[in-house]
């Protein structure tokens, strides 16, 4: 554990990671890596990958430079509440150097991320989602130390190489969900009490005038809604969990009485092999058993045509 550079202690914001996130990200970096090893010898796939890297590059470089010059960036200086909550947030959670953070403008989002440049780590609050936390220093540090929380977990790390493996459907969208279960428990963290970050997570949900008045165990039931098929599978190619979901993950006894989830996963499930497992297999037995027939309508029509004999003449 890394001590606190200013006094020699140990941070005290130190989460564990969501249960499922490192085998997902481990599942993730070997399809990664086998996608990489294919292309590296084939001399068409590296340039094709080179194209579509450089395009994703030059537009992440341009969502840079408008964040480092059109959004505000929170300094001594400039909103210094802001950068006090900044500082002290990733002081506790052990950073050496906090990360820049900026305040943005994004036409009524609620919304905030974490990205980066190169060696440098940013993140970005959305105004309206701070301005809907109003006076709510609890809600406001929510948002503030999960953003914090992608960066001090290294989900920022190595993403070119793992892109591969982030593209495949439900694979790539359960780690990204389990990343964010992981940063919730670092907001939690940083809220410091469990009231302050439901909260954050009601004004995601409702906004500033209704988020705080919402009846999280009523919130909490819409997991019940979602207990269907096609809506599991749904929630499995979202990048974000259900909000409902995170509720509970935060506070356990939010969860509904006697709810498992297990119907819309098995509907799922089922969905899933109706549509694609169960057609693959019949394409398969269907292409095996033309195959055959063809092999013996081959061998049949060898076996009628009589041998053919050469002749020389006699000289």
Same mark, same amino acid.
């Given at each position: 554990m890394n001590s606190n550079p200013s006094t020699g202690a140990a941070p005290d914001i130190a989460v564990e990671p969501w249960p499922m996130e490192k085998p997902l990200l481990w599942l993730v970096g070997v399809f990664s890596f086998f996608v990489w090893f294919a292309l590296a010898i084939t001399v068409f796939g590296l340039v094709y990958l080179a194209f579509i890297g450089l395009f994703l590059f030059i537009g992440h470089v341009i969502f840079?430079?408008?964040?480092?010059g059109s959004a505000v960036k929170i300094g001594p200086d400039q909103f210094p509440d802001l950068h006090q909550s900044v500082e002290r947030l990733a002081r506790r959670m052990g950073f050496e150097k906090a990360p820049e953070a900026y305040v943005m403008q994004a036409g009524g989002i609620l919304n905030a991320l974490a990205t980066k440049l190169f060696r440098d780590n940013f993140i970005v609050l959305y105004s309206d989602l701070l301005e809907s936390c109003g006076e709510d220093t609890a809600a406001r540090d929510m948002i503030v130390a999960h953003e914090l929380g992608h960066i001090k977990e290294g989900?920022?790390?190595?993403?070119?190489?793992?892109?591969?493996?982030?593209?495949?459907?439900?694979?790539?969208?359960?780690?990204?969900?389990?990343?964010?279960?992981?940063?919730?428990?670092?907001?939690?963290?940083?809220?410091?009490?469990?009231?302050?970050?439901?909260?954050?997570?009601?004004?995601?949900?409702?906004?500033?005038?209704?988020?705080?008045?919402?009846?999280?165990?009523?919130?909490? @039931?819409?997991?019940?809604?979602?207990?269907?098929?096609?809506?599991?599978?749904?929630?499995?190619?979202s990048s974000h969990p259900p909000l409902a979901d995170r509720f509970i993950a935060l506070e356990e006894s939010l969860k509904p009485a006697g709810f498992t989830g297990s119907r819309g996963t098995y509907r799922a499930l089922g969905l899933i092999g109706t549509v694609y497992i169960l057609?693959?297999?019949?394409?398969?037995?269907?292409?095996?058993?033309?195959?055959?027939?063809?092999?013996?309508?081959? @061998?049949?029509?060898?076996?009628?045509?009589?041998?053919?004999?050469d002749y020389y003449p006699v000289e």
């Open positions: 840079i430079a408008h964040v480092r989900h920022l790390k190595h993403h070119w190489f793992l892109l591969p493996g982030l593209f495949v459907p439900f694979l790539g969208s359960a780690l990204s969900r389990a990343r964010e279960y992981t940063c919730d428990r670092y907001g939690l963290a940083g809220a410091g009490r469990k009231d302050g970050a439901l909260r954050g997570l009601a004004i995601l949900a409702a906004g500033a005038e209704r988020g705080p008045k919402v009846n999280l165990q009523a919130m909490a @039931r819409q997991v019940e809604d979602l207990n269907a098929g096609w809506l599991t599978i749904g929630t499995w190619l057609p693959t297999i019949l394409g398969l037995v269907a292409m095996m058993f033309f195959g055959n027939l063809a092999q013996q309508k081959e @061998r049949a029509q060898q076996l009628e045509t009589p041998p053919s004999y």
